[in-house]
C-alpha cells in the first residue's frame, strides 16, 4: 500500500480487521458523513481523505476493543500508510482511549463530533415507523440527546465536546449531521 490509500485498498483493510455488519456499516455511515462535511466546510479536494479517514476510524475496534485508537496505529504504520490518517484515526479517541493525539484539523474534529452522533442519529430513526433519517427532525434527536438511558452507548459528552471544539451549536451539528445521513439513505434506496 502506498502513503496515499485509495478507497479500495481502504475498503480490503477495513474487510480484514471487521468481519460484522455493524461496524462495516457504521464505517460507511461516517465515511459518508465525512465526505458531506469535507464538501459543506469548503475541503472539496480532500474529500476522499476525509472519507477515507471515516471508513478507517475504528479499524481495530472490532478485534482489538482494549487498545482501541492505539493498535490502529500500529497497524497502519505496518501498512505504510501515512502519518496524517493515521493521526486524524487515533484522535477520535482522544480523552477517551490512552491515545495522546488531540483532533487538530477541522476534518479531525469533525470526525469526534459525529462519530458517536451518527450512532445516537441511527437510533433515534430506527424508533421511529418509517426506521429512516428522511423524515427525523432536530428535535426528535435533541430529546432522546437528553435521555441518558436512550443509545445509552453514545456518549454525549463525547458529541458536546466535539462540538465545542467546533465552535457549533449542537442543533447546528444534529441538523448537518441528518441531511449527511439523509444523502447516504437516499444514495442506498436508489442503489
Not at 483493510?13 to 464505517?27: G, R, S, T, V
Not at 442543533?171 to 442506498?188: G, H, P, S, V
Amino acid at each position: 500500500m502506498s502513503n496515499q490509500i485509495t478507497r479500495e485498498e481502504a475498503w480490503k483493510l477495513l474487510n480484514e480487521y471487521n468481519k460484522e455488519d455493524f461496524h462495516i456499516q457504521h464505517a460507511t455511515t461516517v465515511e459518508g458523513v465525512m465526505e458531506y462535511f469535507a464538501k459543506l466546510l469548503g475541503y472539496e479536494n480532500e474529500v476522499d481523505f476525509w472519507g477515507i479517514v471515516g471508513l478507517l476510524h475504528d479499524l481495530d475496534f472490532e478485534m482489538y476493543p482494549d487498545e482501541h485508537c492505539i493498535k490502529v496505529q500500529e497497524i497502519m504504520r505496518e501498512k505504510g500508510i501515512d502519518d496524517k490518517i493515521i493521526h486524524a484515526v487515533a484522535s477520535h479517541g482522544y480523552g477517551l482511549t490512552a491515545v495522546d493525539a488531540k483532533p487538530e484539523h477541522t476534518m479531525e474534529k469533525v470526525l469526534f463530533a459525529i462519530d458517536e452522533l451518527t450512532g445516537l442519529i441511527g437510533a433515534v430513526a430506527l424508533m421511529r415507523p418509517s426506521k429512516s433519517v428522511l423524515d427525523l427532525e432536530v428535535k426528535s434527536v435533541k430529546k432522546k440527546f437528553k435521555s441518558a438511558s436512550f443509545a445509552a452507548g453514545c456518549s454525549r459528552e463525547v458529541i458536546a465536546q466535539g462540538a465545542e471544539m467546533l465552535g457549533w451549536e449542537l442543533d447546528y451539528l444534529f441538523e448537518q449531521t441528518i441531511l449527511a445521513m439523509r444523502e447516504l439513505e437516499k444514495k442506498a434506496t436508489a442503489n
